[in-house]
């Protein structure tokens, strides 16, 4: 997936959680969002309109994704940035 940091806010006792606008692709719980040589693992995904619930990946246009070991303080500088995730490859397996 590849779009902008948007805006980021903690949540008390959850985390750090960016709103990003997505250009193309999917995010899932599991990926790393990469800003600037920077990485961060998703914790969850979270779109609009779904009244609480959490889809099991974010195709919308804007997502809000919670993520691991992140900060307010290292992220408010990379704002408007753009990003890409990777996704680890949990299927590549020799027979």
């Excluded at 750090?16 to 692709?25: F, K, M, N, P």
């Excluded at 309109?49 to 990379?78: C, W």
């Excluded at 408007?80 to 299927?91: I, K, N, S, V, Y």
């Amino acid at each position: 997936m590849r779009g902008v940091l948007d805006d980021c806010f903690d949540i008390a006792g959850r985390g750090v959680v960016v709103a990003l606008i997505q250009c193309d692709g999917d995010l899932k719980a599991g990926d790393w969002i990469v800003v600037a040589s920077k990485r961060w693992r998703v914790a969850g995904v979270e779109m609009p309109n779904y009244f609480g619930r959490t889809p099991p990946q974010g195709t919308a246009h804007k997502t809000g994704a919670l993520l691991s070991g992140a900060s307010t303080a290292e992220l408010l500088p990379l704002l408007g940035q753009p990003f890409h995730t990777e996704r680890p490859d949990l299927e590549k397996s020799e027979p």
